[in-house]
Every structure is written in C-alpha cells, then in structure tokens.
C-alpha cells in the first residue's frame, strides 16, 4: 500500500511565513482524507486485512529569514537530526527560528516501513525567481517500524540553493511517499 503528501512549502529569502497551517495541509491531501465510502482497512492479494498507511504533516519545513550578500547566492542547509541551519555562500542571516519539518505515519503496528522523498524540487515566487530545494533526507534509519499504537514520528531536511538573482517568497510541492516493507 503506498500513499503520498504533497503539502505547500513557503520560503523567502528575506521572510519566511507559511500560507498554510499544518492542521490544514492534512485536510487538503485527498489522499489522506477518509471518505464516507471506504474503510479504514484494506484486503492485500493474500486475503488478509491491512490498515492502511496514513501521513501527517505536524511542523512545516521553515528556512527562517535570509538575505542575499551579491550574486554569487548560496546554500542553506537545515540538518533534520538537529535542526540546525547552516548557510554557505553569499546570504547572511537575519534571525528567526528556522525548523526541520514533521511527520506523523500511522498504520499497522508492527510493520516496516520506508518513506521516500524526493531528489529535488523547483520552487518558484510570484516575482518569477527560482530556488532549488534538494538533498531532503530524514531522521529515520532506511528501513522504519510502526510502533505497537501503529506510529512512527520522523522529522526531514534539506538544502536551499539560491542564485544570486533570486528574491521573494518561494513555493513548491513535496511529495512524501511511504510504503510497508
């Protein structure tokens, strides 16, 4: 059973706000949402009953506030175990508290599971700038289980690359994919 989130991401390079509350972002994913006319389990091609897997986005990944030096841009980096923002480059720091983004997968107690994110992610502003979001990694060992109440908290990263030419408030989707071993 595989399920995927595509969640709203904002970023700007002089201040970072979120359009969209976490509790929200769940209620969007209509993968996520449960109709009235399914169940809360599913039949796997053995026969057997599986509940299915569900994610919750309960913090948003956040850069902060940044500043361009010159047009030489730079990376951000926000390191998913600590949370800790690290900048290369040409931007400086303006303060703020920048925060690794978190997760909630139910499901099947017990079981392995893997959560995929991807390699890279084109963001854009209203103003026409692009910024890159890559190398987003998790917390978790390559191969997770549920724990006995079916959950399994995570917390994910990666690094912003900006040009130097590059202003506003960033956007784009992630899609986090996750599956049962």
């Known amino acids: 059973m595989k399920i995927v989130v595509k969640f709203l991401l904002s970023m700007a390079l002089f201040c970072v ?3 969209v509350p976490p509790a929200q972002l769940q209620a969007q994913c209509r993968l996520c949402a449960t109709s009235a006319g399914t169940d809360s389990v599913s039949d796997t ?3 057997k009953t599986e509940i299915p897997l569900q994610i919750e986005i309960t913090a948003n ?3 902060s506030r940044m500043a361009l030096l010159s047009r030489s841009g730079g990376v951000v980096s ?3 175990m600590s949370g800790d923002k690290h900048i290369q480059g040409s931007i400086a720091n303006l303060g703020g508290m920048a925060l690794h983004g978190e ?3 139910t499901g099947e107690p017990g079981r392995s599971v893997r959560i995929f994110l991807p390699e890279r992610i084109q963001l854009s502003a209203p103003n026409g700038s692009t910024a890159e979001l ?3 990694e998790t917390d978790l060992p390559a191969l997770a289980r549920l724990d006995p109440s079916g959950r399994l908290t995570f917390a994910f ?3 912003l690359r900006v040009r130097g030419d590059a202003s506003g408030r960033f956007r784009g989707r ?3 994919t996750a599956d049962y071993e």
Do not use: K, M, V, W
Request: glycine residues 16%.
């Open 17 to 19: 706000t979120l359009a």
């Open 157 to 159: 990263g990666g690094q």
């Open 78 to 80: 926000i390191d998913p």
């Open 61 to 63: 990944l956040d850069f």
């Open 174 to 176: 992630i899609a986090i």
């Open 134 to 136: 890559e190398q987003l």
């Open 103 to 105: 997760g909630r997968l």
């Open 45 to 47: 091609a053995s026969g």
